[in-house]
């Protein structure tokens, strides 16, 4: 079982920036594909970014590209979620989630290990 850990999130202005940590514990992360989802009120769970074992391998929703940066620290069993210029509709919450994947995805099902969850929300 590993065991899943949000924080860093809160409430911050538009254009302004957060990073979301993620602390696993139970056992060492670095055979687990790791993502980011999100779930605003009334909307289904959503990618948000996954990043591989080897935390070479990448991959953004589209419509964050270039805002938002994933990344790991299988040392520290540590994922982090930097969040830059942020805007209104990326108020959500925002999980964490582990998975023993032999092709990272971007589906939420396919997923082993979820956080509960920290709140996000940009004002205008």
């Known amino acids: 079982q590993v065991q899943l850990v949000e924080s860093g999130g809160g409430l911050v202005q538009a254009g302004g920036s957060l990073r979301l940590s993620c602390a696993a514990s139970?056992?060492?992360?670095?055979?687990?594909?790791m993502g980011w989802f999100r779930q605003a009120p009334g909307k289904e769970r959503e990618f948000v970014a996954f990043i591989a074992t080897n935390g070479v391998t990448i991959d953004y929703a589209d419509s964050l590209k270039g805002r938002f940066t994933i990344s790991r620290d299988n040392a520290k069993n540590m994922v982090y979620l930097r969040m830059n210029d942020l805007k209104p509709e990326d108020t959500a919450v925002y999980y964490c989630?582990?998975?023993?994947?032999?092709?990272?995805?971007?589906?939420?099902?396919?997923?082993?290990?979820w956080g509960q969850g920290t709140q996000v929300t940009v004002s205008s």
């Open positions: 139970g056992r060492a992360l670095n055979s687990y594909i």
């Open positions: 989630a582990a998975g023993m994947l032999y092709i990272p995805s971007r589906r939420p099902e396919r997923y082993d290990f």
